[in-house]
């Protein structure tokens, strides 16, 4: 079966990477109330439609995805400093990258969401791996404080932010250095 894929629900991934990040367990969050479908999908009526969600102004709210809006841009402007420093690794992040400035970009859609400002970020690592290092512990260090913050809020916004808190767990997990079996 070649063609198949492995498809965990959004339950499972953000219980497992939760429980990998150390950070609260997020579970029982039910996308479709009704339900029917499939639970994490948005409606969307018409092709090019926005999702029906509608952003909230809750000052909670609007504060907890501010603050991810501005870990999220540390992350951005951290890992653009690292492929500048170290363009061996580009590819590699790559994919990071474009995750957070996706996740930007639907933090902003909130209204009265704005990311303060981005201020001077810490010295980056001399090497390479030190580099790698550096940017899966803050990816680990954001996993926990965004899942943390999904806890706290409700609906779409808690959903956003526990999907954020999962890829920044798979991404430390890819960035984090593999460790080398011990010779016998």
């Known amino acids: 079966m070649p063609n198949e894929t492995l498809r965990l629900s959004r339950r499972a991934a953000l219980t497992t990477a939760a429980l990998a990040s150390g950070a609260v367990v997020l579970i029982g969050c039910d996308d479709d109330p009704s339900g029917s479908g499939t639970p994490g999908a948005a409606k969307n009526p018409k092709p ?3 999702a029906e969600e509608t952003p ?3 000052p909670v709210i609007v504060a907890a995805l501010s ?3 501005a870990q999220v841009t540390q992350l951005s402007l951290r890992y653009a400093g690292v492929s500048q420093k170290f363009p061996a690794l580009r590819s590699q992040l790559a994919a990071g990258a474009k995750y957070h400035a996706s ?3 639907r933090l902003k859609e909130t209204a009265g969401v704005q990311p303060a400002a981005a ?3 810490p010295a980056l690592p001399s090497t390479s791996s030190g580099a790698l290092s550096d940017l899966a512990k803050r990816e680990k260090a954001a996993a926990i404080a965004h899942a943390a913050a999904a806890a706290k809020v409700s ?3 808690a959903r956003l932010l526990a999907m954020i808190a ?4 798979q991404l430390a997990t890819t960035l984090t250095p593999k460790k080398k079996a011990e010779s016998q």
């Not at 999962?166 to 767990?169: C, K, V």
């Open 48 to 50: 090019g439609q926005a």
């Open 56 to 58: 909230s102004t809750d």
């Open 67 to 69: 603050t991810a809006a």
């Open 103 to 105: 996740h930007l970009a």
């Open 119 to 121: 201020g001077k970020l």
């Open 155 to 157: 609906g779409p916004a």
């Open 166 to 169: 999962a890829a920044e767990t």
